[in-house]
């Protein structure tokens, strides 16, 4: 059981100083009618009684609203002390019923404590608007009870904080909302803040995870933004993934000549003949890594240990291929002369990573499609150079299917809108290979990348969709093609009209690619075609999903 958060701010509330005076002058005035004090002694006794209960009250009150100063100038003056540093610190805001938000508040503070960030948490109720106003990174964690109300201790925040009209344009959060499906208001109070930041100007950093009755595979998906956040994307997950074996069947380059990153379609089958294919667009496939393997037999050489060696009950080079290596020659000494089951003990096994996945179970195959990270070192990223490179053609690896419902199609037949970048395609792709199956025709594509000679990814494909009536509209913006830069909102913005008509006929908007550039350049191009109540209220009604990373 993790420690509680020690929390920085304590809030004084005058009410019960108010009931415990007015109980102890009713009872002053009680005991002034007994017999016993008849007189002017008695007189004089109740008097000092009198007095005596207001000293101490007025000494409660004074060191209530002294501390109350203090938290406040504390606060203060950590920001001043840091001055450049205050953007660098991350507030963590909790709002937990059970405990529970409390506890993964709690975890998410540890974590990036441990990638060398500043962290502050605190619970909900000690939060005030100034408060609120100054900071600039908040992550909040918070659950909803009742009938899609705050929890208790938040209460006073949703009606004294989210009562009331504020500015909050250099606020950027993240939001982690605990629900259960299962009650009508899911996630209530998390959507309701998420709202209301929205509104008064605060910028989510990425689009809000929801927990349904405790899900692990959102947790992980909370750890990997977190990852992202603090550039350390080796946190190791805080429960392991069910994995199960699945076969590399194709890898195949999109992308000879670009100048960008190598971008690979990689198709995937089960182990298992047996085992049944079963996702829906907009699901993720969280894989299981493995480090490059010339990287484990240097780690051997240099420890001077054997590979085949026992740990766990399997070859020591296996369980290095699964764990995260030492990264400095400092972290690297400390294992030294170590035997294979100490080392195997001493290492946090590799985090999972995760891929919008690019086909439908009738394909046949899970297919991604994966772009090659280059590391200020020189290796490969984690995820992608062990799915491009290191991993051998028809060679096995551990992947899962995670539900991904914020993401799932529209369950009727309105128009839809799929706007990506990059290799965010793959999860606009499994979209369209939806509706055509559905025979559902009013689509629009607007996608982005560099070159149209070298990446246009799965060209054919599309042009083939066009011309069989599937695809109603295509828009594309290959940014290096012409002197101006030209990106996917630009084309939006070109096509402000037909944007406007499509939304009136219901149509849904499904954004899919980099959180960094494109999501943040769509979602300001949205907001000024459409306005930011529409852009709202389409959010609220599922009429506008993001995918982005």
Not at 75 to 81: E, G, I, L, R, V
Not at 212 to 238: C, E, F, K, P, Y
Not at 434 to 444: D, K, Q, S, T
Request: contains cysteine; charged residues 20%; hydrophobic residues 45%.
């Amino acid at each position: 059981m993790s420690k509680p958060v020690r929390t920085q701010f304590t809030q004084f509330i005058p009410g019960p100083g108010l009931v415990g005076l007015a109980c102890a002058i009713c009872a002053t005035v009680a005991i002034g009618q007994l017999p016993l004090l008849d007189g002017a002694a008695g007189r004089l006794f109740v008097a000092a009684l009198v007095l005596l209960f207001y000293m101490v009250f007025c000494f409660v009150i004074f060191v209530g609203h002294r501390r109350k100063q203090q938290a406040a100038l504390a606060w203060q003056n950590s920001d001043a002390s840091r001055s450049g540093e205050a953007s660098k610190e991350v507030l963590i805001a909790f709002a937990s019923q059970t405990g529970f938000a409390e506890q993964i508040a709690q975890q998410t503070a540890q974590a990036l404590k441990d990638a060398g960030m500043q962290v502050r948490a605190c619970s909900l109720a000690q939060l005030d608007l100034a408060q609120l106003q100054a900071a600039r990174r908040v992550l909040f964690v918070v659950s909803t009870t009742g009938e899609g109300d705050a929890p208790d201790s938040a209460a006073g925040f949703a009606r004294k904080v989210m009562g009331q009209a504020a500015t909050l344009p250099d606020l950027h959060y993240g939001m982690l909302a605990l629900g259960d499906r299962s009650y009508m208001q899911y996630c209530a109070f998390g959507h309701a803040l998420d709202t209301w930041l929205r509104h008064h100007g605060a910028q989510a950093m990425f689009d809000m995870v929801e927990v349904d009755n405790g899900d692990t595979g959102a947790l992980r998906h909370w750890q990997h933004h977190l990852g992202v956040l603090s550039g350390h994307n080796d946190m190791a997950d805080w429960s392991a993934p069910g994995y199960e074996r699945w076969t590399l069947s194709e890898r195949r380059l999109l992308n000879p000549g670009s100048a960008g990153g190598a971008a690979f379609h990689l198709s995937f089958k089960p182990v298992d003949v047996q085992q049944s294919l079963s996702w829906q667009a907009g699901d993720i496939a969280e894989i299981g890594p493995r480090n490059d393997p010339a990287r484990v037999r240097a780690l051997l050489d240099t420890l001077k240990l054997d590979g085949s060696a026992p740990a766990y009950g399997e070859a020591l080079g296996d369980v290095l291929a699964r764990s995260l290596l030492p990264h400095d020659a400092k972290e690297l000494a400390s294992l030294q002369g170590m035997t294979a089951q100490a080392l195997a003990d001493s290492l946090k096994p590799l985090p999972h990573r995760e891929y919008s996945i690019a086909s439908l179970p009738q394909d046949g195959q899970l297919e991604l499609l994966v772009r090659q990270t280059l590391l200020p070192d020189g290796h490969l990223g984690l995820g992608s150079g062990w799915l491009t490179a290191h991993l051998a053609e028809r060679g096995e690896l551990d992947l899962r299917v995670r539900p991904n419902r914020s993401f799932h199609p529209p369950a009727d037949d309105c128009p839809l809108i799929l706007i990506g970048n990059g290799t965010g395609l793959a999860g606009l792709r499994a979209h369209m290979k939806a509706r055509i199956a559905l025979g559902r025709r009013r689509n629009w594509l607007l996608f982005g990348e560099r070159s149209v000679q070298h990446d246009f990814f799965h060209r054919t494909e599309i042009e083939g969709w066009q011309a069989q009536g599937m695809l109603e509209r295509l828009d594309l913006a290959f940014s290096r093609d012409q002197a101006q830069r030209i990106y996917v909102q630009d084309r939006l913005r070109e096509a402000a009209h037909l944007l406007l008509q499509w939304v009136d006929d219901g149509a849904a908007i499904y954004v899919c690619g980099s959180l960094e550039g494109m999501a943040g350049g769509v979602a300001q191009a949205l907001s000024g075609i459409l306005g930011e109540d529409v852009l709202e209220s389409m959010a609220e009604q599922g009429r506008y999903r993001r995918d982005v990373y």
